[in-house]
């Protein structure tokens, strides 16, 4: 993969108009953009990428997506779901509201870059120089001093995703080929994480320290009709 350095536009004129009627009070991104511009740049990148090859996409828009991910807690699909649908995150990254985004497998691709490439540190060390150059961090403050943290979050989102996936698609095959063996064996809080699709959000909270497990009596719920 090859770099074209992409221009840090202005928010294109469209996504402007369609942000601020959607957020006439304002939004946490909205007001990212607006105080901190981009934050990164292609520049710091171009190391990473070879000079000749099919083009990447544009890498100071995947290392905010790769911040926004990990701020809401969202794996490669979702952000990439997010680029697409949100008017807010087109706007941080300066995009039509017409732009397709990208495949979500980019996303892994650029944090192997990263990690290759010993740059690791680069997205957090940006926004921290950006950061006291706007005095927005106290002196004697405590922060990382790493990026490491995040780029491992989302990996490990990734992968929960996945694994996720391959439950749901073995318990389908279980829920048609020995649905009452299922009934019965089953946790029935699967049913509810289960339903919805691989869109819905499926990360669930952990269950509380000593509180007791749920009962197996409601029964599983699964999509699949009974034969």
Sequence with gaps: MSLRPTPCADIPANTAAAARAAFPKGNVYLRLRDELGTIFTDAPFAPLFASRGQPAACPWR???????????????????????????????????????????????????????????????????TLCRERKLLRPRGR???????????????????????????ALNALASAAPDWLRAHADPDWGSAMRGGPRRPMCRRARPRGAPLPSRSAGMGTTSSRP
Excluded at 143 to 164: F, Y
């Design 143 to 169: 922060q990382r001093t790493d990026s490491t943290h995040v780029l491992g979050a989302v990996r490990g989102l990734n992968r929960l995703e996945c694994a996720i996936e391959t439950l749901r698609a």
């Design 62 to 128: 995947l290392a905010l997506v790769t911040l926004l991910q990990f701020a809401e807690n969202l794996s490669d699909r979702r952000a990439a779901e997010a680029v697409r649908s949100r008017i807010d995150w087109k706007y941080l990254l300066g995009l039509e509201l017409t732009d397709p985004g990208f495949d979500a497998s980019v996303l892994s691709e650029f944090r192997g870059r990263l990690v290759a490439g010993g740059a690791e540190q680069l997205l957090l060390d940006t926004l921290l």
